[in-house]
DNA sequence: CACGCCCTCATACTTTAGTCGAAGGCGCCG
DNA sequence: CGGCGCCTTCGACTAAAGTATGAGGGCGTG
């Protein structure tokens, strides 16, 4: 609360490149003295690192990085952890990715080419609270969209879809019956408006890449 | 034969982008005096130029174009025009990526970011009978490998496959039976060593990215 | 507490996917 | 020419995917 006596920050950096794990934790022990900073390289060990801080006071999150499959990874930890913000870093200056992040739920998305003072400021501004809107993008990219209304369960669920698990193994690596997969799966297909698993499949692996 | 009357050329472009199908087709002009060239901005519109230009002495093909979907577009010409030698210009400067596409026939790999010498360089190389394989690259990337032993019409079904079709839908599309395609899906399976078509179509997706 | 939402699961069913065996065409080679 | 291998085609069969319906329990909220 105080001015002069600023409660120490606690930061997770998710990102598979050594050069870039270490710009911004520089950045953030720069801007934010006293932080304490943890890193992880994918999509796992940034759900350890959750799992053992949930106390974090944002995940500073790159796209491009093992299990992530994605937006995929993204919508996974978001149904998660929701009280955690997220900052989307990825090398992608793309507005429709920024809006797509924003549509599932990241408070901001900054790409690799900005100083580090801009991502220090954007971490800032989301310490606050704020969430920063991209651009208006009035593209009918609705999948993202349609995604969002996905529970929890049902990301993993397709978070697992998306590696090519069949319902089976689905439901041994959830811990539940396959009926319960098959519930999932139906609900799931109905909500991202496609017929059949190997088109959600397809969609949710797109919705990383730019619109072909 | 003589060198003084060269026998005239014709050459097929493929590239979504205006701006570099016009740099293409005038590095060709000037490089092939005289040579007949043809423009194509999808897979669709490729595959019809040939049908109607079979003698196509080179096709100089993007990577990143509506239809391809990676490199499955390309083997499906390849399979559908065994003789026309394939120029792939793509935008990614990657070995990996060099080593698939000759893995899958193409005669050379030029980035976009050669000069225009460079690439009539390499066209005139390929009409010469060349095949000009890229530099060594000794990974286990063992998928594309597997991929060319798929069959012409196995490849046109993996087409499909990738973009969504289930059996019934490829059926149709190619004019056989239901039957006919779920027996090519079986052996496709067999071959590219995947236990599911949701696999299958994920691998096959992901042929044309970076290795995760 | 009643209501809605999520997760869970069972049962029964329809549709799709995938396997197996077999037949015909076609080129190649001894 | 007869055999051989490959491709293509297909029907019958088994496995998996997907749908429909119903039901029970947990959890937050007005």
Same mark, same amino acid.
């Given at each position: 609360m105080s001015e002069t006596t600023p409660e120490p920050r606690s930061f997770l950096i998710a990102d598979d490149h050594p050069m870039v794990r270490d710009a911004l934790r520089a950045a953030l022990s720069q801007a934010f003295p006293g932080a304490a900073i943890c890193a992880a390289a994918s999509l796992g060990e940034a759900q350890a690192g959750l799992e053992g801080q949930? !106390?974090?006071?944002?995940l500073l999150l790159?796209?491009?990085?093992?299990?992530? !499959?994605g937006l995929t990874g993204l919508a996974l930890l978001r149904s998660d952890w929701p009280t955690v913000p997220i900052i989307v870093v990825s090398a992608a200056r793309d507005a429709r990715m920024a809006r797509r992040t924003y549509d599932l739920g990241a408070s901001a998305y900054v790409d690799k080419s900005a100083s580090l003072e801009e991502i220090a400021a954007t971490v800032r501004a989301v310490l606050d609270g704020e969430v920063i809107a991209p651009p208006a993008v009035e593209d009918g990219d609705t999948f993202a969209q349609r995604a969002t209304q996905l529970t929890p369960q049902q990301w993993r669920v397709l978070a697992l879809m998306v590696q090519g698990d069949q319902n089976k193994q689905i439901a041994y690596k959830l811990g539940v019956g396959e009926a319960t997969v098959k519930a999932h799966v139906t609900v799931i297909l109905r909500k991202l408006g496609v017929r059949s698993r190997t088109q959600a499949v397809i969609e949710a692996r797109s919705l990383s890449l730019p619109t072909v």
């Open positions: 949930p !106390e974090t006071d944002a790159d796209l491009d990085m093992p299990g992530m !499959e």
